[in-house]
């Protein structure tokens, strides 16, 4: 299938699809891997190889994946190998994806996550045509954010 680029048509916002393949990357799995680990703790639903290859190929456009997809997409990316949970990993990719989706698929402008040392994760959603000297200023409070709400009591 050509690139948006080889076909002339505008590129959109993909950020969900690029975390995805980013942990794909630095997990060191395949896509039928993630596949695998991927079941819905809600459910029990598992997503199938050829949905999670059209999500990475951009072909799902028409609607957000389902709930149920995004449980199990998170749980897959919270299991070890050996394909067991971690709630926490869990309850922090299942945030993540969720607002990545929104950002893809309402077109939202760009969510910017910063983690605290206590698992707290600050975000603060970013006007996507700001300039970069302002996005590093808004970078620079939410990590401060971070460490403020890290030395709370």
């Known amino acids: 299938m050509p690139s948006r680029a ?5 590129s959109r916002r993909t950020p969900l699809i690029d975390y ?8 060191g799995i395949t896509p ?14 598992r997503i199938l190889p050829d949905w999670l290859y059209k999500l990475l190929d951009d072909r799902l456009t028409d609607k957000a994946p389902e709930r149920w997809r995004l ?17 926490a990993e869990y309850r922090k990719q299942h945030q993540v994806v969720k607002r990545l989706t929104a950002a893809q698929w309402l077109d939202l402008d760009e ?12 975000t603060v959603s970013v006007p996507a045509d700001l300039p970069e000297e302002d996005r590093e200023r808004i970078r620079k409070w939410a990590e401060q954010m971070a460490r403020d709400m890290s030395g709370r009591e």
Do not use: C, F, W, Y
């Not at 393949?21 to 997990?27: D, G, L, N, V, Y």
């Open 6 to 10: 080889d076909t002339g048509t505008e």
């Open 20 to 27: 995805v393949q980013a942990h794909i990357e630095r997990a």
């Open 71 to 87: 449980r199990a997409l998170a749980a897959g990316m919270a299991s070890s190998e050996s394909g067991s949970v971690d709630p």
């Open 111 to 122: 969510v910017l996550e910063v983690p605290a040392s206590d698992g707290t994760i600050v």
């Open 32 to 45: 039928n891997k993630l596949v695998g680990l991927a079941r819905d703790p809600e459910t029990g639903q």
